[in-house]
């Protein structure tokens, strides 16, 4: 029990200490991560997630995005501002990598663990990461379409993207 409650407080640490320092990392740094910043061709735009069925659970886990003072919340949408786009595409990358981070983080249970217990940290860090990096994934995936459709539309005419174009 004792070793349990060891193991939740370590991962706690983990979480925050990784939300921290994700959350302080300057976007030039960030900039030079290609996984966070690279969509695949096998993503297909967003439509492998969808085809996984993330609209009906992406809504349900939480979002920390605001936990520390000048954090950036990515619950939903809220301008199409093409500044506030390229805001919310970099904070996505930032969540990110929070979470590859993290899920990181639990190989450092092999050294002080047996290794039974870094296998079950692994395990872990996947089933409460991986959710959250796919979710990133898909929707920056949708903003950076927006982004696209919106400068598309205001090269012709000035015109404003539609709500339906980035809703949920």
Same mark, same amino acid.
């Given at each position: 029990?004792?070793?349990?409650?060891?193991?939740?407080?370590? %991962?706690?640490?983990? $979480?925050?200490?990784? /939300? !921290?320092?994700? $959350?302080?990392?300057?976007?030039?740094?960030?900039?030079?991560?290609?996984?966070?910043?690279?969509? !695949?061709? %096998?993503?297909?735009? /967003?439509?492998? !997630?969808?085809?996984?069925?993330?609209?009906? %659970?992406?809504?349900?886990?939480?979002?920390?995005?605001?936990?520390?003072?000048? /954090?950036?919340?990515?619950?939903?949408?809220?301008? $199409?501002?093409p500044a506030y786009l390229s805001r919310f595409v970099l904070e996505t990358a930032r969540a990110e990598w929070s979470h590859w981070l993290t899920w990181g983080m639990a190989l450092t249970f092999f050294v002080w663990t047996p290794w039974q217990v870094g296998v079950v940290m692994l395990i872990y860090g996947a089933v409460v990461n991986l959710p959250c990096i796919l979710i990133q994934r898909y929707n920056r995936a949708r903003l950076q379409r927006a982004a696209r459709a919106l400068a598309r539309r205001s090269d012709r005419n000035g015109a404003t993207l539609p709500a339906n174009a980035v809703s949920h």
């Open positions: 029990m004792l070793e349990t409650a060891l193991y939740a407080g370590v %991962w706690i640490l983990i $979480h925050f200490g990784c /939300g !921290y320092v994700a $959350h302080h990392l300057p976007a030039g740094v960030l900039a030079a991560f290609p996984l966070v910043n690279q969509s !695949y061709r %096998w993503e297909d735009s /967003g439509g492998l !997630y969808e085809r996984l069925g993330i609209r009906a %659970w992406k809504d349900r886990l939480p979002e920390a995005g605001a936990f520390f003072a000048g /954090g950036f919340s990515k619950r939903s949408l809220r301008s $199409h501002d």
